[in-house]
C-alpha cells in the first residue's frame, strides 16, 4: 500500500454526517449523556460514602469503613470496565455514517453485544503495551546506569539501605537537602525513560488505532486479527494519521480545557484563590459545567472527528468512500 493523505478527510466526514439517514448529533447526544451521567452518578456516590467513611470512626466502625471502601472500589471499576464496550458503540455508528447509513440506536449496545472479543483486544492492546514498557524501562535503567548520576544516586542510596532502620522511614527521615540531591540523581532516569518511552509508545499507539473500529465491521473480526490489521493498515501510514489528529488540535484542546474544568475548585485551590462557596458548591459546580461542556463539545463535534477516522480506516483497508 502506498503514501496515503487524509488531508480532505475532516470535510469529506462533514459531509457524509449532512447526507445521513438519522441526525448523527441526537445519536452522539445521547451516547455522551449516558457516559457522562453514569459517571457523576459515580462521583456522587462516591463523595456520599467519602462522606459516611468520615463520620464512621472508630474501632466499631472498621468493618463498615471497609464495607464502604469496598463499594467505592466496585463502583468505579464497574464504571472503568463498561466504558470501552459503550465507546465501542460509537465506532460502529461512525462506519454507517461514513457510508451514508442509518444508526439506530441499539448501535450503541454492540460493543456489550460482541463482550468477548472486545475485552480480549482490550486485554491483547494492555499486554502489548506493558511488554513495550518493560523494555522501555530495561532499556533506560541500563543507559542510566553508564551515566555520572547513576553513581551518585547508588552512593546516597546505599547509605540510606546500609542503616539498621527501616528503608521506607530513612528515606521519610532525610532532610529537604539530600532528598534534593536524590531526586536529582534520578531525575535523569525519568527523563531518559520518558523519552524513549514515548518514541516506542507513540507509534505502537498509532499502529493499533483502528482496532476497535476494525471489530465493529460486519466482517466482525476477533481480538488478533483486528490488531494485526490495524498494524497492517498503518504500517507506512501512522505519520499520516498524527497529521489528520493535528487537523483536530482544537477538538482535543477544547476536550482538555472542559475535563480541567471539572476540577476547576481543585485548580483554584492549587492557584490559592478563595472559592465564595462551600468545597460542596464547588465542587458540583465546576463538576456540573465540566460536564455540560464535554457534552456540548462531543455532541457538536465529536461526530465529524470519528467519521473521519472511520472513513481513514475504510480507505486504508482498500475500500472507497
Known sequence: MGKWNGKSLP???EAALKEAPLDPKKLMLLHTGVALGVSLAIAVLNLFLDRQIDTTGGLSGLGLRS?????????????????????????????LWATRQPAENSVLLLGFR????????RILQG???????????????????????????????????????DPIVAIDSLS???????????????I?????????????????????????????MGARASIAESFRMTRRNWIALLKLDLQFWWFYVLQILTIALCYGDVILSLCGIAQPW?????????????????????????PKVITSYAIACRELQGYSV
Not at 202 to 214: D, N
Open 176 to 190: 529537604p537537602e539530600m532528598m534534593q540531591q536524590l531526586l536529582a540523581a534520578v531525575r535523569p532516569l525519568l
Open 11 to 13: 470535510a469529506r466526514a
Open 192 to 220: 531518559i525513560g520518558g523519552v524513549l518511552l514515548a518514541v516506542v509508545a507513540i507509534p505502537l499507539l498509532y499502529r493499533m488505532r483502528f482496532a476497535p473500529y476494525l471489530q465493529m465491521q460486519q466482517e466482525r
Open 114 to 121: 460482541r463482550f468477548g472479543p472486545v475485552l480480549r483486544m
Open 278 to 302: 462551600s468545597d460542596m458548591v464547588g465542587f458540583f459546580l465546576f463538576y456540573v459545567l465540566g460536564i455540560a461542556g464535554q457534552l456540548a463539545l462531543f455532541t457538536w463535534a465529536r
Open 67 to 95: 464495607i464502604l471502601a469496598t463499594a467505592q472500589s466496585v463502583l468505579e471499576t464497574l464504571g472503568n470496565l463498561a466504558l470501552p464496550f459503550w465507546e465501542t458503540g460509537i465506532f460502529a455508528a461512525a462506519f
Open 127 to 165: 499486554f502489548i503495551l506493558i511488554l513495550a514498557s518493560v523494555v522501555v524501562i530495561q532499556f533506560s535503567s541500563t543507559i542510566y546506569m553508564m551515566t555520572p548520576w547513576a553513581n551518585t544516586a547508588m552512593l546516597q542510596l546505599t547509605t540510606i539501605l546500609g542503616t539498621d532502620t
